[in-house]
């Protein structure tokens, strides 16, 4: 059974910083291309950031140069490190895994509350 487990969220000033946490088990972590992704009420979710299996990283423009994604495989974790938030980074952060070998393997965590609010 497939789970991705997210973690860190939370309350926390303009200008704060908060580090998310994924725990994934049930899949060869290594072979998978790990992603952040988040939904504010009202909108539909976005890609915030993904880390490949070779550890290639791209991001929002939004978030571009204040948030950092990260892997440890021997963990099975993935982190997102969140620097400078905005009151627009609210939103619940899910954690993804995805992996396109013959088929598509795309499994998702439920989500971490994010609020950026004085």
């Known amino acids: 059974q497939v789970q991705l487990v997210e973690s860190g969220g939370g309350l926390v000033q303009p200008g704060g910083s908060l580090r998310l946490s994924c725990a994934a088990s049930?899949?060869?972590?290594?072979?998978?291309?790990m992603g952040w992704y988040r939904q504010a009420p009202g909108k539909q979710r976005e890609l915030v950031a993904t880390?490949?299996?070779?550890?290639?990283?791209n991001y929002a423009d939004s978030v571009k140069g204040r948030f950092t994604i990260s892997r440890d495989n021997a963990k099975k974790m993935v982190y997102l490190q969140m620097n400078s938030l905005k009151p627009e980074d609210t939103a619940v952060y899910h954690c993804n895994a995805l992996r396109i070998a013959g088929r598509r393997f795309d499994f998702w965590g439920q989500g971490t509350q994010v609020t950026v609010s004085s």
């Open positions: 049930g899949i060869n972590f290594s072979f998978f291309t």
């Open positions: 880390i490949t299996d070779a550890s290639i990283t």
